[in-house]
């Protein structure tokens, strides 16, 4: 890896340090700041599972994300990753818990401004929802707990000494748990827009199968995240374990597992699958708040006991955080980008052409669109999403949802599978079907990416997405990750 890629990569790095210092005190500040766990242990825990969960569990919320923007070049993402890091760091200085999520996702909207790419509105809707809905979950899953915690606890009457002794074993698993969880959460926020443009290749460990360039990718963001959660993250894990409401030790156990609880609903994976192979409505993959979540679960309980104990002046500061952490990352972002591009002559973003050409109309037939109104504008090439979109609008009068419906299928991309890189898939994810497909049409060159998609579908089963219920969500999901694999691994550029 050149020095360059270093230099790109030290943003992401500086934002998981960032978030390390900030969001460990949503996993062990209520234990650290009851004086229940010691913050040198609470250290070590939270970086071991953080960067477990990391690795391991990941990649959900991560390709969630990525639909936000895809952040196409290395100038770009280290911009990105650096503005978000920025806010983070500022609000950490302050010691207040913010939201590496809305940190990142304000940075992304700030390159879509800046480089003219769409910002895919149901994804951001997605996102949106759950900065309401995190904290409302965690606060009713935390009051619920709380209750039933001391209903068993006022039941049983245990030995003062044992309580104590239950109680701090724990809230060191519940931290363990709530670490695995914000490591397979946020990891998105930290490494997420470097995931387009990985400098990594994927590589064989002997007996563990492939280490894909995402896992690598994750395991330096993890890694940051753990010197930040070592060397940073104390100060912030008082405010949230003290300042905000002062807890009972079963009081700090009830709220980290209602964080980890509401971290873990959003970035696993087996939930998912679980839920939508039983037909029932799944949870979102997506990069959730741990600071709303834990902020959430403290004011749960604070409310149950009636409120009067809760230093709304606190909270306030942190909801001015909350609102201020977004619109500070995306204008950073902006103004980033134009400098990088302008003063030090850096590649921010690959520009992305569209088209309107014949096997574009024909596959907006398919979708039932009414394509003789866009005869105006075939075969003229449009050098960003908002330009063609604009277009759409003004002079054809398409809605929102027919504009991204063309700028899906119009976006052009030169693919052309290379048969020498098919023997670096993972197999244990692509099944042998999938790549003998592959084999199949190596060497052929594609102009857009739908087209290549078809090509697999037309040779194999396997490649077929299947009908759009409930019971085959997961599945079609999966399968639209490995195509979006594919496409980044054959683009040639």
């Known amino acids: 890896m050149d020095a360059a890629v270093i230099l ?31 913050f040198g242990t609470a250290a070590v825990i939270c970086s071991v599972f953080l960067i477990l969960g990391a690795v391991i569990s990941g990649s959900g919320a991560a390709h969630t994300l990525g639909k936000l923007g895809a952040v196409n070049a290395l100038g770009g993402s280290f911009t990105a990753a650096g503005a978000a890091a920025l806010a983070v760091y ?21 390159w879509n401004l800046f480089t003219g790419t769409r910002t895919d509105t149901g994804t951001l809707i997605t996102i949106l929802s759950t900065w309401i809905i995190c904290p409302l979950l965690a606060a009713g899953i935390a009051a619920a707990l709380y209750k039933l915690t001391t209903y068993v606890i006022r039941t049983t009457k245990p030995h003062l000494l044992r309580q104590d002794a239950y109680t701090r074993l724990g809230l060191v698993l519940a931290g363990a748990f709530g670490a695995y969880s914000l490591g397979a959460n946020n990891i998105a926020n930290v490494m997420g827009v470097f995931v387009p443009s990985s400098p990594f290749t994927d590589f064989n460990v002997a007996g563990f199968g492939t280490f894909t360039s995402i ?11 753990a010197v930040g959660v070592i060397t940073y993250s104390k100060r912030v894990m008082l405010t949230v ?33 679980l839920l939508a192979n039983a037909g029932l409505p799944t949870i979102p993959l997506v990069p959730v708040s741990s600071s709303q979540a834990v902020v959430g679960a403290v004011l749960g309980i604070g409310l149950l006991k009636g409120g009067r104990a809760i230093r709304w002046r606190v909270l306030g500061g942190i909801s001015l955080g909350w609102l201020a952490t977004p619109i500070i990352a995306g204008v950073t972002c902006f103004v980033g980008l134009f400098v ?11 520009p992305v052409s569209y088209e309107i050409s014949d096997p574009v109309l024909e596959r907006l037939e398919r979708e039932g669109l009414a394509v003789g109104a866009l005869d105006g504008l075939k075969s003229e090439t449009f050098d960003s999403a908002w330009r063609l979109s604009e277009r759409l609008e003004t002079e054809v009068g398409l809605d929102r949802t027919a504009r991204d419906t063309v700028l899906r299928f119009a976006e052009r991309k030169v693919l052309v599978v290379d048969p020498g890189l098919l023997d670096g898939l993972d197999t244990d994810w692509y099944t042998s079907a999938q790549i003998a497909a592959l084999r199949r049409i190596s060497d052929q060159r594609y102009s857009h990416k739908w087209i290549l998609g078809e090509a697999l579908a037309a040779n194999a089963a396997a490649w077929q997405f299947r009908p759009a219920v409930q019971a085959n969500k997961v599945y079609n999901t999966e399968l639209q990750r490995k195509l979006d694999t594919l496409y980044r691994k054959f683009e040639i550029r």
């Open 340 to 350: 990088l591009q302008n003063v030090f002559n850096q590649e921010v973003y690959r």
């Open 241 to 273: 374990g003290g300042r905000l409401l002062p807890l009972s030790p079963v009081g700090a156990w009830v709220a980290v597992v209602a964080h980890s609880v509401v971290l873990f609903l959003f970035a696993s994976q087996g939930l998912e699958s």
């Open 90 to 110: 500022f609000m950490t200085k302050a010691g207040l818990p913010v939201s590496t999520t809305q940190a990142i996702v304000g940075a992304i909207i700030g």
């Open 215 to 225: 896992q690598q990718l994750f395991l330096l963001g993890a890694l940051a995240i």
């Open 8 to 38: 790109f990569l030290s943003s992401g790095l500086f934002l998981g340090w960032a978030l390390g210092a900030n969001d460990a005190a949503n996993v062990f500040g209520t234990a650290v700041g009851t004086r229940m766990v010691r």
